[in-house]
């Protein structure tokens, strides 16, 4: 398939040393694809690499196959960039942050104001958007930020632990978001929680001291890591259907009906994917989990490579 994104030899080091070494790698038009790993494994370095907001020491980026650097200004039309900081202005109200940020995007002002509007409302910002982010919660400054973000509806979705600081409301709006651009959007998010790498990637890598030591799957996840695991699926109503639809599948130990949450503690992770392919996404608000994580996976990753 066609590739959005193309590292080839990519390296960046600072005074300490190398924070990525000689990363190769592709990300599918289209597709959903997760950087994960510890503190200072190099994920938000490569997520600026990948936004053209930081160029490469060596190797070379593409962009929809352009070359970086070189076009930034044509690329950077096409990647809307949520870092793990904010980028609003403190000092300027919500809508005057986002009007500022539809004039740097060359978003049409009829435009604008349509999806300004019906984000907010989404997002249910209203009551604050006038008011200066000084005055935000955590929460509301990571909304509008997030909303700055998909203002221009970017083909390319770069997104540093999006759900950080998140109320419960935020948090399944663009869940439901993400999920519905599944095929639609290339998107990367960095994070450290599975459950969000479980509710939305094709396709992760781990990443450990700058370089890559995990490449692939759910699947392939599934073949090196044999826990008990514990998850649980969000409907937007109760679901007999679903539950029926599992009752089949070998290493279920028990399934929990709790009115439209289902809880399903499994022998093994591959058993559990087995059950999240019966799914229907458009029933679906949320997936987690709660005795896998990806430390653990780390753990047993390095150790069976001698590290």
Not at 120 to 134: F, K, M, N, R
Request: one cysteine or more.
């Amino acid at each position: 398939m066609e590739a959005s994104i193309t590292l080839k030899n990519v390296s960046k080091h600072f005074n300490k040393g190398y924070v990525l070494s000689n990363l190769t790698l592709g990300v599918e038009k289209g597709s959903i694809f997760a950087v994960t790993g510890r503190s200072g494994a190099g994920k938000s370095t490569l997520l600026r690499i990948l936004s053209t907001m930081m160029t490469p020491d060596e190797g070379m980026l593409f962009i929809n196959e352009k070359e970086c650097p070189g076009n930034e200004a044509e690329v950077k039309r096409s990647i809307g960039y949520l870092p793990d900081h904010d980028i609003h202005d403190p000092w300027l109200t919500g809508w005057e942050n986002l009007q500022k940020m539809a004039r740097l995007l060359k978003v049409p002002e009829d435009e604008f104001e349509k999806r300004a509007k019906s984000l907010i409302a989404d997002y249910q910002l209203e009551d604050v958007i006038h008011e200066c982010p000084v005055m935000y919660s955590k929460g509301e400054k990571r909304i509008l930020d997030i909303i700055q973000v998909l203002l221009s509806d970017p083909e390319i979705l770069i997104l540093d632990e999006p759900f950080q600081g998140l109320d419960y409301h935020a948090t399944n709006v663009l869940n439901s978001y993400l999920i519905s651009q599944s095929g639609k959007k290339t998107i990367v998010i960095a994070s450290h929680e599975f459950s969000i790498i479980q509710t939305f990637a094709n396709r992760w890598i781990v990443l450990h001291h700058g370089k890559i030591r995990f490449d692939g799957t759910l699947e392939k996840m599934a073949s090196q890591v044999d826990v008990p695991f514990v998850g649980n699926i969000l409907f937007k109503q109760p679901n007999a259907e679903f539950i029926e639809s599992i009752k089949d599948i070998k290493g279920i130990t028990e399934v929990r009906n709790r009115q439209n949450t289902v809880e399903v503690i499994a022998d093994s992770f591959e058993c559990f994917n087995q059950i999240i392919k019966q799914l229907d996404y458009d029933t679906v608000i949320s997936l987690g989990c709660n005795t896998i994580r990806i430390d653990e996976f780390i753990n047993q990753l390095l150790s069976d490579e001698g590290f």
